[in-house]
């Protein structure tokens, strides 16, 4: 066991070890991590570079000074490492290094749900160690099956893919603003290849489809009573087929040859496992956001791409836009009424922030492409901004007191801060 610990551990030997490429949305929030004593839940789906954030956490506490055998990684999901209880692997590396009790340890967890009792494990762990835990899980079946053990003594970080601006990041590649009309072409890349780490730096649609079967069936068939597992892939497909459309659970078990409650459940699986995420209707009346049909959003546009081959840019666009939303806490839903439609409204009925994800080259404030945007300006004429995402038009546009942006997709996804913080 020992010599296990010093080949996932090199810096208890003082070797180096590749941390892959920094992610500094992430790495920044380190210092916060640090202050507070509660464990630190990184989730989100397999390979979208969980472990490689922890190792980047170990890097960055080792250049601060922490000495490195008062830190100690394990991968739970390495058969060496799978069988053994959390707090014996603890107390046989404090035998390593005969660590007194009250010295501070660092413990890196990850893939913690296959460590057995890993729940009444950290819980024992919190309440009478001197630790600082970071765990990482890949589905939300993490925090859900844990029963409340943990409520207090946890904080929950999603890891979501990688930003457009990651995305650059990983392809060393991001043109001066000189040079922006390079970006477009760029941004196409990036709503086909998608944001898997992975996937990005060796775009591959084999290796996408092996992490997608392998999460259906390591994920889900493994954790869940799903009896009809053929029809999770075929439910994947429907969703990916219709992004962005109303979702109607009776069509899509029609179709599939299920029963409604069990493609709902389905459909729960698939967002435990963080491929899917919905979105309800924004409206003013609980029961309406509860009970009206929601939109279906993949967790990245590379899956869309395997899925439903190449092309529908308009529809990754608008995926995009989800998601960037959501990776900023933002809360969001669509607008619906009077057969007209718009993408995503944020805020509130006393300020709303109306966003239309339109792919085109060129849109004129009178094009119908905008009737739900301006059905919505109706109804909420107290709205002061509102965003029109494009292909490649930029301009402002004034309506009675609402003053309209209208912004091209590579520029809004590389700052979209700051977009955002008008609304």
């Given at each position: 066991?020992?010599?296990?610990?010093?080949?996932?551990?090199?810096?208890w030997e003082k070797k180096d070890f590749d941390s892959g490429?920094?992610?500094?949305?992430?790495?920044?929030?380190?210092?916060?991590?640090?202050?507070?004593?509660?464990?630190?839940?990184?989730?989100?789906?397999?390979?979208?570079?969980?472990?490689?954030?922890?190792?980047?956490?170990?890097?960055?506490?080792?250049?601060?000074?922490?000495?490195?055998?008062?830190?100690?990684?394990?991968?739970?999901?390495?058969?060496?490492?799978?069988?053994?209880?959390?707090?014996d692997h603890l107390r046989n590396m404090r035998k390593v290094f005969m660590h007194d009790r009250e010295t501070k340890l660092f413990?890196?967890?990850?893939?913690?749900?296959?460590?057995?009792?890993?729940?009444?494990?950290?819980?024992?762990?919190?309440?009478?160690?001197?630790?600082?835990?970071?765990?990482?899980?890949?589905?939300?079946?993490?925090?859900?099956?844990?029963?409340?053990?943990?409520?207090?003594r946890?904080?929950?970080?999603?890891?979501?893919?990688?930003?457009?601006?990651?995305?650059?990041?990983?392809?060393?590649?991001?043109?001066?603003?000189?040079?922006?009309?390079?970006?477009?072409?760029?941004?196409?890349e990036y709503l086909q290849v998608g944001g898997y780490p992975e996937n990005v730096l060796n775009p591959s649609m084999l290796y996408l489809g092996n992490l997608l079967d392998d999460i259906l069936s390591r994920d889900l068939i493994r954790l869940y009573p799903i009896k009809k597992a053929f029809a999770l892939r075929d439910l994947m497909k429907l969703v990916a087929a219709a992004v962005g459309s109303r979702t109607s659970f009776n069509k899509l078990g029609k179709v599939l040859g299920l029963a409604v409650d069990t493609v709902k459940e389905y459909m729960g699986y698939l967002e435990t496992a963080f491929?899917?995420?919905?979105?309800?209707?924004w409206t003013m009346s609980y029961s309406e956001k509860v009970y009206a049909s929601k939109k279906i959003y993949l967790w990245d546009t590379g899956i869309k791409t395997l899925l439903t081959v190449d092309g529908d840019s308009g529809a990754k666009m608008e995926n995009a836009v989800f998601v960037e939303l959501k990776r900023r806490n933002i809360?969001?839903?669509?607008?619906?009424?009077?057969?007209?439609?718009l993408d995503f409204v944020t805020g509130d009925a006393r300020r709303p922030f109306p966003i239309e994800a339109k792919y085109a080259s060129q849109i004129e404030w009178g094009d119908r492409r905008l009737a739900g945007l301006k059905l919505f300006l109706r109804r909420f004429p107290q709205t002061r901004?509102?965003?029109?995402?494009?292909?490649?038009?930029?301009?402002?546009?004034?309506?009675?007191?609402?003053?309209?942006?209208?912004?091209?997709?590579?520029?809004?996804?590389?700052?979209?801060?700051?977009?955002?913080?008008?609304?």
């Amino acid at each position: 066991m020992e010599t296990a610990y010093y080949i996932f551990n090199p810096w208890w030997e003082k070797k180096d070890f590749d941390s892959g490429i920094d992610r500094p949305h992430y790495l920044m929030q380190l210092p916060d991590f640090m202050e507070r004593r509660q464990v630190e839940v990184m989730v989100g789906s397999r390979r979208i570079g969980k472990t490689t954030l922890l190792r980047q956490f170990i890097k960055k506490l080792l250049r601060e000074g922490v000495p490195p055998e008062r830190i100690f990684y394990l991968a739970l999901d390495n058969p060496m490492l799978s069988g053994t209880a959390i707090s014996d692997h603890l107390r046989n590396m404090r035998k390593v290094f005969m660590h007194d009790r009250e010295t501070k340890l660092f413990l890196f967890l990850d893939e913690i749900q296959e460590s057995p009792d890993w729940e009444i494990q950290l819980k024992s762990l919190y309440d009478t160690e001197i630790l600082k835990i970071f765990c990482t899980g890949s589905t939300s079946s993490l925090i859900k099956m844990q029963g409340g053990r943990l409520t207090g003594r946890q904080i929950t970080t999603v890891v979501y893919p990688l930003s457009f601006e990651e995305f650059l990041l990983f392809r060393a590649d991001r043109p001066g603003m000189d040079e922006d009309y390079k970006y477009e072409r760029l941004f196409e890349e990036y709503l086909q290849v998608g944001g898997y780490p992975e996937n990005v730096l060796n775009p591959s649609m084999l290796y996408l489809g092996n992490l997608l079967d392998d999460i259906l069936s390591r994920d889900l068939i493994r954790l869940y009573p799903i009896k009809k597992a053929f029809a999770l892939r075929d439910l994947m497909k429907l969703v990916a087929a219709a992004v962005g459309s109303r979702t109607s659970f009776n069509k899509l078990g029609k179709v599939l040859g299920l029963a409604v409650d069990t493609v709902k459940e389905y459909m729960g699986y698939l967002e435990t496992a963080f491929l899917v995420m919905p979105m309800p209707k924004w409206t003013m009346s609980y029961s309406e956001k509860v009970y009206a049909s929601k939109k279906i959003y993949l967790w990245d546009t590379g899956i869309k791409t395997l899925l439903t081959v190449d092309g529908d840019s308009g529809a990754k666009m608008e995926n995009a836009v989800f998601v960037e939303l959501k990776r900023r806490n933002i809360d969001c839903g669509y607008f619906a009424a009077s057969e007209k439609e718009l993408d995503f409204v944020t805020g509130d009925a006393r300020r709303p922030f109306p966003i239309e994800a339109k792919y085109a080259s060129q849109i004129e404030w009178g094009d119908r492409r905008l009737a739900g945007l301006k059905l919505f300006l109706r109804r909420f004429p107290q709205t002061r901004k509102g965003l029109v995402i494009t292909r490649g038009e930029q301009k402002e546009v004034k309506v009675n007191k609402t003053e309209i942006s209208f912004v091209p997709a590579w520029r809004f996804f590389l700052f979209s801060g700051r977009y955002l913080q008008e609304m």
